[in-house]
């Protein structure tokens, strides 16, 4: 896998970034996958943002189910970079979002 790409490591910002977390690069590629669309189960792949926000409009199973593989690693709150988040780990991305309002997670 390639280097996650990193951010302002002077500040932070909307996307998740911090002075030791990197901001995310949320047009890299990205594939919501174990999603049933039309019966089947087909991945979705777009960019890391259009994947969150189709995996908010899941229904609560489907949200559970739900894998998202990742371009790239990103690293959440400085931890060890993650490629892949399943389930409820999605919507730690989600909180992310750009224009997303920490309050509501």
């Known amino acids: 896998m390639a ?3 990193w951010g302002d490591a002077t500040g932070g910002d909307a996307t998740g ?11 890299m590629s990205a594939s919501l996958e174990n999603v049933t669309r039309g019966g089947e189960h087909v991945p979705e792949v777009t960019n890391l943002e259009a994947a969150v926000r189709a995996w908010q409009q ?18 959440l709150n400085g931890d060890m970079p993650l490629d892949h ?6 919507g730690d991305l989600a909180g992310r979002l750009p224009g997303a309002d920490p309050q509501d997670q």
């Open 58 to 75: 899941l229904d609560g199973d489907m949200q559970a189910e739900a894998v998202l593989t990742l371009e790239r690693p990103v690293r």
């Open 17 to 27: 970034g911090d002075a030791t977390t990197p901001s995310i690069d949320w047009k």
């Open 85 to 90: 988040f399943v389930g409820s780990a999605i």
């Open 3 to 5: 280097e996650a790409t």
